[in-house]
């Protein structure tokens, strides 16, 4: 074989390899709808896109953590409801048993429902969701409310769950029982066993004096659910924000990684048609022997 025809054999090869890169380029580029596969495809636009990517994976954490908070929330949310329900009939049979028209008999037949109304009270106090006491405070294992002697005790803290939900905003997802069932002169526990054993006692000045004090045990649970409603206001105004900054990261990442397709498929069009030619040109040189070389 003479000198110049090897070099020609050895630039055609060298073309044809090139071009083929090029054209295996633009496939993947069309296929995958990406224009970046690996950091040495676009060196400084990879490494941006990946610190977007991280920003979106805190994003994504955020939301979780927002989206546990708002499970407890709501739950809190739902138990209070329901006591204030049970609290409202409460105030129903209080107040029928505070009248002198009803014998000894039938205000003892009002305290035993009011005795089991508290039973059920206690028993949403001690709600658990996934395997969490929601008002014991950090004490989350641990059953906040226990009877003992007929007295109602507290068994958890007053310390409050914060989450984050944003760089640097956080939410507090529990309210500690004491300052919801057990707040002072406002200890439902307490009023309701008064209020058995006043009727039980035929006392009807007594009843009638316990039903402000639930008027204002109503008042502090409508105030707390007031609290929650304002976290739970926050966490819906939080979470449109979340969304919109990941919607407006993912916008950047595609910016960077996505191919625009008609480009694309335009220049897998024109790499196509450039190694054809080139296969062509290469051929001319001696069509066995260049074969030969191309395995």
């Not at 990517?53 to 739950?75: C, H, M, P, V």
């Not at 109602?152 to 905003?169: F, H, L, P, R």
């Not at 004491?178 to 008064?194: P, R, S, W």
């Not at 204002?216 to 007031?226: E, T």
Request: hydrophobic share 35%.
């Amino acid at each position: 074989m003479r000198a110049n025809e090897s070099i020609w054999y050895r630039d055609a090869l060298f073309y044809i390899n090139l071009t083929k890169l090029r054209y295996d380029k633009a496939i993947q580029e069309t296929t995958s709808g990406k224009k970046i596969h690996k950091i040495s495809d676009d060196p400084s636009g990879a490494a941006f896109a990946l610190g977007l990517k991280d920003r979106r994976g805190q994003i994504e954490q955020f939301t979780k953590n927002l989206d546990t908070a708002r499970i407890y929330l709501s739950n809190a949310e739902d138990v209070l409801n329901k006591v204030q329900n049970v609290l409202n009939k409460v105030v129903t049979d209080a107040s029928e048993g505070a009248t002198d028209t009803m014998d000894l008999s039938q205000k003892q037949l009002i305290a035993n429902d009011i005795d089991q109304l508290r039973t059920q009270i206690m028993d949403l106090a001690n709600t658990r969701v996934m395997n969490r006491y929601l008002f014991s405070g950090t004490l989350i294992d641990t059953q906040p409310f226990t009877e003992t002697g007929g007295v109602v005790g507290y068994n958890g803290n007053t310390n409050n769950i914060d989450v984050q939900i944003g760089y640097s905003i956080r939410v507090t997802t529990n309210l500690p029982g004491d300052q919801v069932f057990t707040n002072g002169a406002d200890d439902v526990f307490q009023v309701l066993a008064d209020i058995r054993d006043h009727l039980n006692a035929n006392d009807s000045v007594a009843v009638s004096n316990d039903i402000p004090r639930l008027g204002s045990i109503l008042d502090n649970m409508a105030h707390q659910r007031g609290i929650i409603g304002n976290r739970m206001h926050e966490l819906d105004i939080m979470r449109d924000s979340l969304k919109e900054f990941s919607n407006n990261l993912q916008e950047k990442i595609s910016e960077i990684e996505d191919a625009n397709m008609p480009e694309a498929i335009s220049n897998l069009m024109k790499e196509e048609t450039g190694l054809r030619v080139t296969l062509q040109a290469a051929s001319r040189i001696q069509r066995i022997t260049l074969f030969d070389y191309l395995g």
